[in-house]
């Protein structure tokens, strides 16, 4: 799948207005192009595109890094706890609160039922029943409203905290 510019940080339920940003580190885009709203990792000081199995060292891109482009430092999101992020699924479910997710790609989630590789929980209210519909099943859906885990995120790495 070729990857998409997305805005893909909505909100902070804590109250934040904006995301937290910091510029990080990026190969040149002909060795590596990076859409806005990819999910990153960093590898070996460089940023690359996340991959399945992958749940440390995360971030968001916040910018996207041509392939004519050279090295340089790009505008990244550090996710944050409460901060929602709303990610393209693999399959289309009807996502309940708290359900897990893995990286299956930089743009795309997958369901993980035992929990294996999780980097994110579904936290959105968007396929859920509204109450003047009458019903309590949720709506088979492609995208997820998700909250990253605070120790897959990047963020960990800079702060140290654990």
Same mark, same amino acid.
């Given at each position: 799948m070729a990857a998409v510019n997305r805005q893909t940080w909505l909100r902070h339920d804590g109250g934040d207005n904006k995301p *937290?940003?910091? *510029? *990080?580190p990026a190969a040149a885009g002909s060795t590596r192009a @990076? &859409? &806005?709203?990819? @999910?990153l990792a960093m590898d070996t000081g460089t940023l690359v595109p996340a991959v399945s199995g992958k749940t440390t060292l995360l971030c968001v891109a916040d910018q996207e890094q041509k392939a004519a482009d050279v090295a340089r430092n790009l505008w990244c999101i550090l996710p944050r706890e409460l901060d929602v992020f709303r990610y393209e699924l693999s399959a289309a479910r009807a996502v309940a609160f708290g359900e897990q997710f893995a990286i299956s790609d930089s743009e795309t989630l997958a369901y993980t039922a035992a929990g294996t590789n999780k980097v994110a929980r579904a936290c959105g209210n968007a396929n859920r029943p509204k109450p003047e519909e009458k019903s309590t099943t949720n709506r088979s859906v492609l995208y997820a409203e998700v909250y990253f885990d605070p120790q897959a995120s990047y963020l960990v790495a800079l702060t140290g905290a654990s």
């Open positions: *937290l940003r910091v *510029l *990080l @990076i &859409k &806005k709203g990819e @999910i």
